[in-house]
């Protein structure tokens, strides 16, 4: 199967890549359309797709795309706005706590702050190297879709019970397990921790691309199956190289995206065309992180560190 991608908004479309500007794209998307925003913008660290610029310009220029985008937020819709943190001379800047002011003023409520934790990259000296992110959940409205039952995970007692009370010696439990609570840990054991431990996209993830800040597809899906149902639209304004695209078209719902990088654009619907082919290469859901065995050499201690003990 391999659905046509439309560069433009169509009303019937199944997907959505636009290369371009995402505030321009945004504009010709009628009010009220999109059921999910979920998205990780730049954050001005200096990578090869940013321009650095002060903390203030940054967030200003943020504030007018999320201007953009409540305007076609359906009234029952999400926003998940997943960042880090911005680094200036060795200063820590949380980017959460800033985007917080402006979706408030916009009269958006957090429903969650949700913690992304992964265990690889850039080693800091002159302080604890960060390996965790934060996606904010904020919705629109009171009346938002939370399909908590799609996205429950096992219980660790499923036989616990109520010890006192009119309920005692029933099960306390919910026979499709538990909820997976605000902080996750993708996967120990089918769900079975609380922390968001995905991998993140490195060297040698089955996902890796030519960008150099691309997110796994197991981060979309969760948010995908709680916050929208079939058919429904998720937009990811920073699309890069169609991550959120793929987590929402492995769902059943509609995908669009934009991003202003053509490489990227280019190596994303290389991606959603390997996708509907059967050939493209994801993180499941579920998968247990990799833990090296003893018996690995990367993983003993070396012999030169054992001689200078």
Known sequence: MNKRIYQNYSEKADIVFHNGDSVDFTKTLPDGSV??????????????YETRESITNYLEKQGKMIEEVTRVLREDGSICWQVGNYVNHGEVYPLDIFYYGIFKDMG??????????????????????????TLLWFTKSDEYTFNLDDVRIPSKYPGKRYYKGPKKGQLS??????????VWEFMQKEWDVSIWDIPNVK???????????????????????AFTNKGDIVYDPYAGVGSSLIGALKND???FGSEKEKQYTDAGKERIRAFFR????????????????????????PPEWKEEK
């Open 35 to 48: 059921k999910l925003i979920i998205t990780s913008p730049p954050y001005n660290l200096g990578k090869e």
């Open 173 to 182: 439990g919910n026979p499709k397990g538990k909820n997976p609570e605000d």
């Open 108 to 133: 958006y409520k957090l429903r969650n702050r949700i913690i992304w934790r992964f265990g690889h990259g850039l080693h800091a000296a002159s302080r604890f190297s960060g390996r965790y992110e």
């Open 278 to 301: 059967g050939e493209l290469k994801t993180r499941e859901i579920g998968t247990e992180i990799y833990v090296p065995d003893k018996k690995n050499k990367l993983a003993q201690i």
């Open 253 to 255: 719902r509609r995908a």
């Open 203 to 225: 060297a040698n993830h089955p996902e890796k691309t030519i960008h150099p800040c691309q997110y796994p597809v197991e981060l979309v899906e969760r948010c995908v199956l």
